[in-house]
């Protein structure tokens, strides 16, 4: 039934931050359903990525932190490190996981905040870096407003989890008051289309989370911009350097 369940975690987290029933219930025309519309919306890896991320939330087999899930951890990092400077002092990372990039920023004298719903992460997060303030926090529209204002904002692949909590529209009202927070945003997507409600699935991914970050802030100044390569080829993300400070 594990594979039953980890459909349930792959409804991009509704039923975690929900704290709803479990998946055990539903009946085979449901998973079957369940799997087709999966197939549809990120084909194989998507069905491999919600298994993986069940046993890794909810049991010992596979026990992997995100950072070492992904083979451009180290390149994602000096993307954006390459926009650190001296006057950076603080950097707010959404949806932190086990807290790579916060330590990272620590290790420059930074004064890095960390945050994500999945208590799990965050404990191997201070366990692993107990100079860094992690928190165990899930960002909704009612919270959203009282992050703390920060030089550097990272949100990488976390915009989804936002979307499946809470709907697109929400979601977008979260990133806006997101950017007032910050001078820089760092962002990235996540990899599947299927958060935004009408923008062109052919596009290039780097086109197609370009477009998204325009719809959520049509002034959105993109300093930069690359490719991401998730794990052996099979998911190319995009990440970008957005310019909030006059927002
Ligand atoms: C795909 S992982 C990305 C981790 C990290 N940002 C990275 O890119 O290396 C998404 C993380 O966001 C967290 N997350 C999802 N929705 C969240 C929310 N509403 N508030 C806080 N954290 C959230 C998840 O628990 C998970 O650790």
């Given amino acids: 039934m594990w594979i039953a369940s980890g459909f349930k975690y792959t409804e991009w987290n509704r039923a975690s ?63 954006i490190n390459n926009h650190i400077n001296d006057s950076t002092e603080r950097l707010l990372d959404i949806g932190c996981a086990e807290g790579y990039f916060c330590a990272r920023a620590a290790g420059k004298g930074i004064n890095a905040v960390g945050i994500d719903t999945n208590e799990k992460r965050i404990k191997q997060a201070k366990a692993d870096h107990p100079n860094v303030d992690f928190r165990v926090q899930t960002l909704s529209p009612d919270n959203v407003t009282e992050l703390p204002e920060s030089d550097i904002i990272l949100c990488l692949t976390v915009h989804h989890g936002f979307v499946n909590g809470y709907g697109w529209d929400e979601s977008v009202e979260m990133m806006k008051t997101i950017l007032e927070k910050g001078d820089l945003l760092v962002y990235e997507g996540s990899g599947i289309r299927r958060d935004h409600p009408s923008l062109d699935e052919d596009l290039e991914t780097i086109d197609y989370y370009r477009e998204l970050l325009f719809d959520i802030y049509e002034d959105a100044e993109i300093i930069e911009e690359t490719y991401t390569e998730y794990g052996s080829g099979e998911r190319t993300d995009s990440m970008y350097i957005v310019d909030c400070s006059n927002i």
């Fill in 17 to 79: 931050m929900s704290n709803q029933g479990s998946f055990s219930g539903r009946n085979p025309i449901e998973l079957v359903t369940r799997l087709n519309q999966l197939w549809r919306e990120g084909g194989l890896h998507a069905i491999r990525q919600g298994a993986e991320d069940y046993l890794r939330h909810n049991t010992i087999i596979l026990d992997r932190k995100y950072e070492d899930v992904r083979s451009d951890t180290d390149y994602r990092w000096e993307f």
